[in-house]
């Protein structure tokens, strides 16, 4: 999808994504002395999200990484998404059609029923404790249907 974007857009949506970000950090810390609720903390993501699928072109692999990026910074606060998506309905494209932000954070934000996880994710073990060269990742990306997990993690 072609987006016109110009010089000063693009220098505005790099200052409101920075203020995003300093906000999210702010929040995240306040998440651990649980002085703030998650709310504050999903509504900077996924307006985040919606500066990022807003800010230019899009391709079906950006917006993955778009999506992906959300759920990883969801998980950074040991939240998931329980449910799937609306059916026929993507969330750049939601972002894009949206007249602003607000009105996606309205459209969108029932679509995270959001739980906490089972473990948090700092009692994960590290990636590059559990894959220590980058030939046992590839093995891994390469073979994930076929590997059998210990404790249920891979």
């Known amino acids: 999808m072609e987006v016109e974007t110009s010089l000063s857009r693009t220098v505005n949506f790099d200052i409101e994504l920075s203020n995003l970000y300093t906000n999210l950090i702010q929040i995240a810390s306040k998440l651990r002395t649980n002085s703030v609720n998650s709310e504050a903390a999903i509504d900077e993501m996924l307006s985040m999200s919606y500066f990022f699928f807003t800010l230019g072109p899009l391709s ?3 917006a993955s990484v778009g999506l992906s990026t959300l759920m990883g910074m969801l998980l950074s606060i040991d939240m998931e998404v329980m449910m799937s998506f609306p059916a ?5 494209m939601e972002a894009t059609l949206a007249g602003g932000r607000a009105e996606f954070l309205f459209s969108v934000k029932h679509w995270f029923k959001l739980g906490s996880m089972i473990s948090p994710i700092t009692t994960l073990p590290l990636v ?3 894959f220590p060269t980058v030939r046992s990742l590839l093995e891994l990306l390469s ?5 059998e997990c210990d404790d249920g993690f891979l």
Do not use: A, P
């Open 88 to 92: 026929g309905k993507m969330l750049d």
């Open 143 to 147: 073979n994930v249907d076929d590997i």
């Open 128 to 130: 590059s404790n559990t």
């Open 60 to 62: 079906r692999g950006s």
